[in-house]
């Protein structure tokens, strides 16, 4: 079975500080792996996913994650946090296996930032 | 980007009731869609899975007589919460996917349901 672990429910940073939210994996089958975020009371919208390819993936508003297959971890960074990144994000896996693209969330971390 | 609307955002309707939710890919078609409910300050909980023109696939221990979905179209799918309860009440949030090759799945805004 897949799961996803998201280390710290709730991360407390500066802003401009950096931001580091952990996220660990357990897949059978190699994952494709995602960074959601969801801002209150609103779906969830793409950060950044991993497929294949190179494993430092670079996704939008500045954050960037690596994976880690020997580790099983994806984690989420951005090296200057904003007021504007506090929110919930959540990190998901697919545990692909032929084609069926379900999603399963970690708990999810919320983001405070503060002046 | 791709783009997920749902409607309505937000409704409140009294218990008994039936509520509709309507989930559309604007922009891409997507051959599956998924539902999703959020209780606060909590993960999402995927409850179905909808494939375009066949029966929805529910996991395990959510109601298919009480949370029926049709996904009549590549573009829409709906969400029918039927006999509504105030145990009902909670963020629902829907999805489509893109397939292969990168099995993203694009979330609509959300809808708050409050049943009293």
């Known amino acids: 079975a897949q799961s996803v672990t998201q280390l710290g429910s709730h991360v407390s940073v500066s802003e401009g500080a950096l931001v580091l939210l952990r996220c660990n994996y357990s897949?059978?089958?190699?994952?494709?792996l995602f960074w959601y975020v969801q801002y209150p009371n609103q779906g969830l919208q793409l950060l950044l996913k991993y497929t294949t390819g190179a494993t430092l993936v670079k996704g939008i508003n500045g954050f960037e994650a690596e994976f880690k297959k020997s580790e099983t971890s994806f984690h989420l960074t951005k090296p200057s946090a904003h007021m504007s990144d506090a929110a919930e994000y959540f990190c998901?896996?697919?545990?692909?296996?032929?084609?069926?693209?379900?999603?399963?969330f970690g708990a999810g971390t919320r983001l405070a930032v503060h002046p | 980007g791709a783009v997920v609307s749902q409607h309505p955002s937000r409704v409140i309707c009294k218990s008994g009731t039936s509520v509709k939710i309507e989930c559309r890919s604007l922009d891409f078609q997507a051959t599956t869609m998924f539902w999703y409910r959020q209780f606060p300050k909590q993960s999402l909980m995927l409850m179905a899975t909808?494939?375009?023109?066949?029966?929805?696939?529910?996991e395990q221990g959510v109601e298919k007589d009480k949370f029926l979905i049709n996904h009549a179209s590549l573009t829409l799918s709906t969400l029918t919460v039927t006999s509504a309860h105030p145990e009902d009440s909670s963020f629902y949030i829907c999805?489509?996917?893109?397939?292969?090759?990168?099995?993203?799945?694009?979330f609509g805004p959300g809808t708050r349901l409050t049943v009293t």
């Open positions: 998901a896996v697919t545990p692909f296996s032929g084609g069926y693209n379900k999603l399963i």
């Open positions: 999805s489509a996917g893109t397939g292969p090759p990168g099995y993203e799945q694009y």
């Open positions: 897949s059978s089958v190699p994952p494709y």
């Open positions: 909808s494939n375009e023109g066949s029966k929805a696939t529910y």
